[in-house]
Every structure is written in C-alpha cells, then in structure tokens.
C-alpha cells in the first residue's frame, strides 16, 4: 500500500534526526517499517527499531516486517527468538524491547527507529542508543504519541525545534488519514478530553498532581442506591495479593457503571475475601474483574487466586495481560466524565475507599507514575480493572486497510 501524504513527507526528509508527534493510528509503525526497509537497501547495516515492550516488538511489527522483506526477496536468515532478519546484502535488523536496555550496551547502529518513544525510558535513548549512534554517524527517526508535557521525548521535540539536522513532524489522527472523522467523533464521546487530545491530536497535554482528574464529587457521587436484589448481576472489580484487599461491587447498566458497596480487608487472603462476598450476596451472580496476575499467583499452596474465585462460583473477565496502567487510569478518567460531558461512573457515599482513591491519589512528582502508598492506590486498581472492561478504550478502526493492529493500545 502506497504511503499517505503525511508519511511521504516524513519518508522524504533525508535529516538525521526526525522526530515525528502524531495522533494514535496516523500510521506510525507503518512508516516505520517502510523507513526500515529504506536503510536496509544498503550493505552491512545495522538497523534496530525499539519498543516499549518486547510484546509490541512481537505484536505490532514482526510479522509485517517479515512478510514485506521476504516480498522483496531480501531476507537470507531470520532468528525468530532474537526477533532479528539478516538480509542477502548483510544488513541486520533487531527489534528490541526498551525494557532491558542495559542488554543494548555496546552496539553499533546505523538506523534507529524508536516506536511510541514517548513510552520509553528515557536513560534507554540517553545512555544507551544516542551512544550507539555516534561511531557510524547513524540516522534516528522517533515515532509516537505524546505522553504529557514532561519527560525526555518532551524535550527531545522541543529542543528539535531549533537544533540543526533535526526535524519535528506533528499531525493529528484525522489528519493522518487513515481513521474517518466519525470514528474521530465517537472517540471523543469515549474518552475525557485530556486523552482525547493527547492521543488524537497529538497534543503534549500536562499530567500532574491528581490522576483521577476528571473526578468531581458533585457529578460522580450519587446518594441514589441502586436496587439489589438476588436476581442482580454483581460486577466487582478487585485487587488482591495485596494489603489490604479491596473489591468494589458494581451494577453494570448498559455502559452506565455504579459502584455502591466497597469491601477493605487488612492482613487478609482471597479465600475470606469469597467468603465475605458470599456473606453479603451469597444468593448473586457475579462477574469479578480481578488483576490478571493471580492466574498465576498462589494465594497458598494448593491453589490461584483465580481458582479460589472460580471455586466461589464467579465467573472471572480476565484476559492474560493486565492492561497499561495508563490506559486503566484513561479509561476511568473517561468514564468519570468524557470529553462530551456523558458521566458513566458513579459512586454512593457509603464507598468511603472508592472515593477516597479516586478523588486524591496523584503521580509521583514530575512523572506519569502513580504514587504508590499503600493505603488507596489498590482501590483504584480494582476501579480500573473493572471500568476497563465494560467500557474500554478502544483502537480506532482503521478503512480501506488490510487487517486490523492495535497500537500501543
Ligand atoms: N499508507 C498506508 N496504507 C494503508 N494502510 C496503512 C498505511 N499506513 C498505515 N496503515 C494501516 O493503518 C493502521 C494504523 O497504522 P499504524 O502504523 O499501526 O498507526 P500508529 O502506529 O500511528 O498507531 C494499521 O492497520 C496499518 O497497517
Ligand atoms: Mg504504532
């Protein structure tokens, strides 16, 4: 497929430096993959394209990748586990996880390509690849959406701005191209405006202090119980492995989510957090939403977490991965009030922890981290959890393309 106009800008500047903002779905990793295939038509490169995570490397770019270079009959070896292609001229291609980026020490590369850098520690591009770079003289291009108004690729892009041989790019979903302006609407009727802007207009928008900022006590606090009774489908959202344990017990009205009991329990384990369950409501049907982990996770020695769930007769929405945080904390953002002003989550007063967590938990200073303190934070991760799942934060769609991808999403 031929690129849009916006990546053909992009593709067609020869700068050493490009660092390109752009919405969620302006096809990004699709330019990237072109601009790998541009530096690989040269002998004995070294090309290495970072991701956040060693899943997206796998998930978002592998395979395509593969498939266009084999098209072109290029490939001689392909390393599956490394996730490396050698080529017939000797060029090598790496996609790597910024995770683990001391294991980058000491390389050479030619063509650097950072996808959704913004996600990237920073000491991965400062310490590790902006060295990396310096004996062949290589050529950087760092794609992504912003994440907030501080942090290095902040500052990468403002500097860029008047530095030579460096070149910014920003452009917004729609201007992209490849997501229709009503895809753009409903997104914005999902998502609070803060997210919308950021991940659809590419705007570096300023997180700091509260996380939950869309939180407003008047508008997301709602004295009005919701009728329970033995026919009520409970939704409970829940962290455990922790102290306390927490759960928040939902109704689930089409997309309207309210949360109306809370259960804390200190110094505690999953079985008596069943049981206090089944004491309230023994006679429910409930969906529990638990952090995905406990799969996993022996809460003693016999059995999971999940299974002691199971055994209580819940029925468990979990998938293997638990989303990004950062997309858990957009969705209850979205869900407190999106950027149409619809309020789909609300609490009742006698959630003391819920709302609590909700109205006062903050980032760390300077960073899009949370604040961990042990008290509050586990509520808002059972919140999340739950939120997250009955009204996600969905991938735009994409038209008149071949299959479907997620993104960083
Ligand atoms: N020039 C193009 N022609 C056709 N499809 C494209 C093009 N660029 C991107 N796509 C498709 O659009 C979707 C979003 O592109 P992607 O590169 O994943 O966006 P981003 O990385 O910006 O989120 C993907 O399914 C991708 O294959
Ligand atoms: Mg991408």
């Known amino acids: 497929m031929p690129l849009t106009e916006k990546q053909k800008q992009i593709f067609d500047d020869d700068s050493r430096w490009r660092v390109v903002c752009a919405g969620r779905r302006g096809g990004k990793t699709y330019l990237s993959m072109w601009e790998i295939a541009k530096f690989a038509r040269f002998p004995n490169k070294r090309i290495y394209c970072v991701f956040p995570t060693y899943r997206q490397a796998k998930t978002v770019l592998w395979e395509d990748l593969k498939t266009q270079l084999a098209q072109r009959r290029w490939v001689k070896k392909i390393n599956e586990s490394d996730l490396c292609i050698t080529l017939v001229n000797n060029t090598k291609i790496y996609l790597r996880s910024g995770e683990n980026f001391d294991s980058l020490r000491g390389i050479s590369i030619d063509f650097l390509v950072m996808d959704e850098a913004a996600l990237i520690d920073q000491r991965c591009f400062t310490e590790v690849l902006r060295p990396a770079l310096s004996d062949r003289q290589g050529h950087a291009i760092f794609v992504t959406t912003p994440k907030g108004a501080q942090g290095w690729f902040y500052d990468l892009y403002e500097n860029a701005q008047h530095l030579e041989d460096w070149k910014t790019f920003t452009y917004t979903t729609l201007e992209g ?68 344990l927490v759960a928040a017990i ?108 909700l109205s006062q938990q903050v980032y760390k200073e300077g960073t899009r981290i949370p604040l961990k303190d042990g008290q509050i934070d586990h509520m808002s991760d059972a919140v999340g959890y739950l939120v997250h799942w009955v009204n996600p934060i969905r991938a735009p769609h994409v038209y008149n393309t071949g299959p479907q991808r997620f993104g960083h999403f």
């Open 177 to 244: 191209g490849l997501v229709e302006a009503d895809e753009v609407e409903s997104a914005k009727r999902e998502l609070d405006e803060k997210t919308f802007r950021q991940e659809y207009e590419a705007s570096f928008e300023t997180y700091s202090g509260l996380i939950y900022y869309n939180w407003d006590t008047k508008t997301n606090v709602t004295p009005q119980q919701p009728e329970i009774t033995d026919r009520t489908l409970l939704h409970i959202g829940m962290d455990f492995n922790v102290d306390p």
């Open 250 to 357: 939902a109704t689930v009205d089409r997309d309207q989510i309210h949360i109306f009991d809370e259960i804390v329990i200190s110094g505690s384990n999953t079985f008596e957090m069943v049981d206090e369950i089944r004491r309230r409501y023994p006679n429910n049907r409930i969906w529990a939403y638990p952090d995905s982990s406990g799969q996993a996770r022996k809460t003693s020695s016999k059995t999971t977490d999940h299974a002691i769930l199971r055994h209580g007769e819940f029925t468990l929405k979990v998938k293997g991965n638990n989303p990004p945080v950062l997309d858990r904390i957009a969705s209850v953002n979205a869900n407190l009030k999106s950027a149409e002003g619809d309020i789909r989550l609300r609490v009742t007063p006698n959630c003391k922890n819920v709302i609590k967590s």
